[in-house]
């Protein structure tokens, strides 16, 4: 999945930094990791590109498109070996820590100049995305809340995504578990029925509900002859023994 999405964007530099940005950063939490997932994150930015010409429809959008490629960049840039002095013609960063506030910053500036593109909406998920992996999640939840309330279903669904694996890492499994239950229930292009019900039975594996996950997990290997969903969900199986 993750190989054909590269060869569609093969020629679109924006779209290819986005993608590299988003395996890196989109699915902040350790344990929620999984192939599958950010094959659906790459799929909503994806769309966002290509489909209704989301940064390219207005003078504006065509401004904060550009300034967010740049902050997308700044997520992508690499960090340098401990002790290590920077590099003026090789931009790189200290530490995760201080790369993720810049990117921060950066996607800030974009809601404030750009308030009501669609490029913003992206952003305002960004900021979620960068305040949840500098600790602050009491913000994250902020902005994955204001996301997932917005009309575009695709990246509302994103961002329902990662409010459920936020609420699930701050004791809260019963409002991530009606989270996943509803994407599991309305699916859509970026977040897909398995991915929803990995996250779920992952959630039960960490909830000590080893059963369900169980449950969870083979009905996933029946409903998804694909092999990407077999031969995890046989992996998180094997976990449970």
């Known amino acids: 999945m ?125 900021l979620g995305v960068t305040a949840a992996s500098e600790g602050d999640n009491t913000s994250a939840e902020k902005y994955f809340r204001e996301v997932a309330g917005h009309g575009n279903k695709e990246l509302a669904s994103v961002a329902k995504l990662a409010l459920a694996g936020l609420e699930g890492n701050t004791n809260r499994a019963k409002d991530a578990e009606a989270l996943y239950q509803e994407l599991i229930n309305h699916p859509t292009a970026s977040v897909s029925k398995v991915t929803a019900q990995l996250e779920l039975a992952d959630l039960y594996k960490t909830s000590n509900q080893p059963l369900d996950a169980k449950r969870l997990y083979e009905q996933i290997k029946k409903e998804n002859p694909g092999p990407e969903a077999v031969q995890l969900a046989t992996q998180k199986l094997a976990e449970l023994k």
């Open 2 to 126: 993750r190989a054909e999405t590269r060869h569609q964007l093969k020629t679109d530099s924006f779209s290819r930094v986005t993608l590299d940005a988003a395996e890196k950063t989109a699915i902040w939490s350790a344990e929620h990791r999984t192939t599958l997932v950010i094959a659906g994150i790459v799929v909503v930015l994806i769309a966002a590109v290509v489909g209704g010409a989301w940064y390219y429809q207005s003078g504006q959008n065509e401004k904060a498109s550009f300034d967010f490629s740049q902050a997308v960049r700044t997520l992508d840039m690499p960090l340098r070996p401990a002790g290590a002095p920077p590099q003026p013609e090789m931009p790189s960063f200290a530490s995760a820590k201080e790369r993720s506030e810049a990117a921060h910053k950066q996607f800030q500036a974009i809601v404030d100049r750009y308030p009501h593109t669609h490029t913003a909406d992206m952003s305002r998920y960004f």
